[in-house]
């Protein structure tokens, strides 16, 4: 598990293991590895927000080397599913061919249009980022609000 502090808040995400071994499975380790992505879902136990589960990538997106689109119904579909499981729709989860991922100016236009369309009570969505490097170095994580995004770093 890797745990990430949000600011002076006192909230903590948490990356369960399980998480962790999705995101690894499906880095861009190889040339030939297309980019991949999901969606993230989180129980709360306040003050942790605790990842449990990464969904995707799904045959129905489309994806190459350095691109990564989700299939929107399909996701609908899994926040309504995992809401019945009492599992709550946190943000999204992609990843990149670098060492050390940075989000592209795509990627934060992105998670700032699903931040202003979707109907929550959250504070903002994370967005995950996932590189080819050993973690914590290979995640960026971060948090947007729809306005501004808080990079977070891990806990040592």
Known sequence: MIVFP??????????T????????KHSQSRKWRAEAG???????????????????????????????????AAEQ?????R???GLHFVGDWHTHPE??????????SSMQETVAKSIHSLNGFLMVIVGTKEFPDALSVSLC??????FLKPAL
């Open 99 to 108: 060492d050390i991922p940075q989000p592209s100016h795509l990627d934060i």
């Open 38 to 72: 999901g969606q993230l879902f989180a129980r709360f136990e306040l003050p942790d927000i605790i990842v449990e589960e990464a969904t995707g990538p799904r045959l129905c997106d489309l994806r190459t080397r350095f691109s990564f689109r989700p299939n929107r």
């Open 145 to 150: 609000d729809g306005k501004t995004i808080c």
């Open 77 to 81: 579909r899994e926040i309504d599913n």
């Open 17 to 24: 293991d399980a998480v962790l071994d999705h995101f690894r």
């Open 6 to 15: 949000i600011a002076s808040s006192g909230q903590r995400i948490i990356f």
């Open 83 to 85: 809401h019945k499981k």
